[in-house]
């Protein structure tokens, strides 16, 4: 092989990879994340009631009724929903930084479920010790739509083995996450792990992990007034773990830690007892979303009158 053809297959295999990478990139020019970071940054200047979280938070809060409700009772505000589904506590702290850095948040509705207040997932920008390949990873990562939107190809790739393994197959049913039986995995294996697991939290008293407290202090710092919801649940996972022993008790110091974060806690865990106002086993469907929505309005307005600022 002559130098002159490995510069070519050289220079054809950049070529190829540039290509690949912008086509990456347009593809995922409307994924989700980015649909709700043009969300915030399209809110104006105030932001009355923002919500924050994973999934649970995205299908279950729903801004407009949130401001019917407030509007009914003469107090017109905007409300927003930044939640985003399959994240974890440091999105949400990422997401909430980019909301405060942009406009005047007057509070702040996180919800959450089962463990989640504790998982820990370690900050790496702040903690971990870069070495010059790190950082020159790190770097690559950030810029490359290959691999910063690699989740977002895969989730096509995903979409379409499906479509093909449906050829010829009865009609599964889904929702807008994909096949509620999925989500069924995402459940505690039995009432004993998921004891086990609240007493192992108990044990170690880390019931806010760092991203938690990081979300909480720059909140607090910008004098946000924060609520943390304890999401509706499906009858059959409040019957199986939120009614054990083991929970009552997680709950009470889960509370106690939230409240001494100066956040305000709010349970709102048992409000949808109806299955039909679920789509899965986690997620609410829109009128179980409506009904969670118009709920925690009407508890925000008897909180807390002056906590959000009406507009005249």
Same mark, same amino acid.
């Given at each position: *092989?002559?130098?002159?053809?490995?510069?070519?297959? &050289?220079?054809? &295999?950049?070529?190829?990879?540039?290509?690949?990478?912008?086509?990456? /990139?347009?593809?995922?020019?409307?994924?989700?994340?980015? +649909?709700?970071?043009?969300?915030?940054?399209?809110?104006?200047?105030?932001?009355?009631?923002?919500?924050? /979280?994973? %999934?649970? *938070?995205?299908?279950? $809060?729903?801004?407009?009724?949130?401001?019917?409700?407030?509007?009914?009772?003469?107090?017109?505000?905007?409300? @927003?929903?930044?939640?985003?589904?399959?994240?974890?506590?440091?999105?949400?702290?990422?997401?909430?930084?980019?909301? @405060?850095?942009?406009?005047?948040?007057? +509070?702040?509705?996180?919800? $959450?479920?089962?463990?989640?207040?504790?998982?820990?997932?370690?900050?790496?920008?702040?903690?971990?010790?870069?070495?010059w390949m790190d950082l020159v990873a790190f770097q690559t990562y950030r810029c490359c739509a290959m691999f910063q939107e690699r989740g977002n190809i895969w989730a096509k790739v995903e979409k379409m083995r499906r479509a093909m393994a449906s050829v010829g197959m009865p009609r599964q049913a889904t929702n807008q996450f994909g096949r509620p039986e999925d989500f069924d995995l995402l459940e505690f294996v039995s009432p004993e792990e998921f004891s086990k697991r609240c007493r192992d939290v108990m044990r170690a008293g880390t019931f806010l992990s760092p991203p938690i407290q990081g979300l909480f202090q720059e909140a607090n710092?910008?004098?946000?007034?924060?609520?943390?919801?304890?999401?509706?649940?499906?009858?059959?996972?409040?019957?199986?773990?939120?009614? @054990?022993?083991?929970?009552?008790?997680?709950?009470?110091?889960?509370?106690?830690?939230? !409240?001494?974060?100066?956040?305000?806690?709010?349970?709102? %865990?048992?409000?949808?007892? !109806?299955?039909?106002? $679920?789509?899965?086993?986690?997620?609410?469907?829109? &009128?179980?979303?409506?009904? $969670?929505?118009? *709920?925690?309005?009407?508890?925000?307005? +008897?909180?807390?009158?002056?906590?959000?600022?009406?507009?005249?």
């Amino acid at each position: *092989m002559t130098r002159r053809t490995v510069l070519i297959a &050289s220079a054809l &295999s950049v070529l190829i990879l540039v290509a690949a990478n912008l086509l990456v /990139g347009r593809a995922a020019s409307n994924s989700v994340p980015r +649909q709700r970071m043009r969300t915030i940054d399209s809110a104006g200047p105030v932001i009355d009631v923002l919500g924050i /979280g994973n %999934s649970l *938070m995205a299908t279950g $809060f729903d801004p407009d009724t949130v401001e019917r409700t407030f509007r009914a009772s003469g107090r017109p505000i905007i409300a @927003l929903n930044a939640g985003l589904g399959a994240t974890n506590p440091l999105e949400h702290l990422i997401l909430a930084r980019h909301a @405060l850095r942009q406009h005047s948040v007057k +509070q702040l509705i996180y919800g $959450f479920f089962d463990q989640q207040l504790s998982d820990d997932v370690p900050l790496a920008v702040r903690y971990a010790q870069f070495s010059w390949m790190d950082l020159v990873a790190f770097q690559t990562y950030r810029c490359c739509a290959m691999f910063q939107e690699r989740g977002n190809i895969w989730a096509k790739v995903e979409k379409m083995r499906r479509a093909m393994a449906s050829v010829g197959m009865p009609r599964q049913a889904t929702n807008q996450f994909g096949r509620p039986e999925d989500f069924d995995l995402l459940e505690f294996v039995s009432p004993e792990e998921f004891s086990k697991r609240c007493r192992d939290v108990m044990r170690a008293g880390t019931f806010l992990s760092p991203p938690i407290q990081g979300l909480f202090q720059e909140a607090n710092a910008k004098g946000v007034k924060i609520t943390v919801v304890e999401m509706p649940m499906h009858p059959w996972h409040v019957k199986t773990f939120y009614d @054990l022993p083991a929970w009552e008790e997680f709950r009470r110091l889960n509370r106690q830690a939230v !409240e001494r974060s100066g956040a305000a806690y709010l349970d709102a %865990s048992h409000w949808i007892p !109806e299955e039909t106002k $679920f789509q899965d086993h986690i997620h609410l469907g829109p &009128s179980g979303a409506a009904q $969670f929505s118009r *709920m925690l309005a009407e508890r925000l307005i +008897q909180a807390a009158p002056s906590g959000v600022t009406a507009r005249r």
